[in-house]
């Protein structure tokens, strides 16, 4: 049996050459996709269930006062999974595979972006949501893992963490994001915050 140790060491060792193999030209395309949005001045919206919503939820704190703090326009991002109440609603009243698709009805414009997050790439609701997306003439961008599921076929870009294991997935979803504010905030030349 491995010691709390040994098994610390191999997750990191696994987890190291996960981010190794990442395409860095996809993610290229990933933050110049974001900052497209931001120089055309369109709304960016993020979504996920379960592990992938908390990653969409914090990818939206930090683009939102990270890469705008300082400057005098700031980015429009809104994740879809924040508001309990609307998903609550939705779900009760239409189904959960329309949490999504529903709010991208109210908010979405041509020319907008959405992220959507799912390990699986298998969700239907963000699947749903992806779909309209795309019909709407929005660019639509697909963060998965293991093959990148369903998703990968339906986005104009995805990024897939090459692994079949959850949560090193999830954990370099994160990673990606960070990757992301950290070059955008680079770009951009907003000031540095927590």
Same mark, same amino acid.
């Given at each position: ?17 996960? &981010? ?35 990653? !969409?939820?914090? @990818?939206?704190? =930090? ?20 508001? &309990? ?20 009805? %109210? ?6 972006? %959405? %992220? ?22 929005? @660019? ?17 870009? =995805?990024? &897939?963490?090459?692994?079949? =294991?959850?949560?090193?997935?999830? =954990? ?10 950290? !070059? ?11």
């Amino acid at each position: 049996m491995l010691t709390f140790r040994e098994f610390g060491s191999q997750y990191l060792e696994s987890l190291s050459r996960i &981010i190794g193999n990442l395409d860095l030209d996809r993610f290229e395309r990933f933050v110049d996709a974001l900052l497209a949005a931001y120089d055309n001045n369109r709304s960016i919206f993020v979504m996920g269930n379960g592990g992938s919503a908390a990653t !969409a939820s914090h @990818f939206a704190c =930090d683009i939102n006062k990270g890469c705008g703090y300082g400057l005098p326009r700031k980015f429009r991002m809104l994740c879809l999974n924040d508001s &309990i109440p609307t998903l609550l609603a939705l779900s009760n009243d239409i189904g959960y595979e329309s949490v999504f698709v529903e709010q991208l009805k %109210v908010f979405l414009q041509p020319g907008d972006t %959405v %992220v959507a997050f799912s390990g699986s790439g298998n969700s239907p609701n963000v699947l749903e949501a992806v779909s309209y997306a795309s019909e709407q003439g929005a @660019f639509t961008i697909g963060i998965t893992g293991y093959e990148g599921g369903k998703l990968a076929s339906l986005v104009h870009l =995805d990024l &897939i963490v090459p692994s079949n =294991d959850m949560q090193k997935i999830e =954990d370099v979803h994160v990673i990606l994001c960070h990757m992301a504010m950290q !070059a955008i905030r680079s770009r951009l030349g907003a000031e540095k915050s927590c």
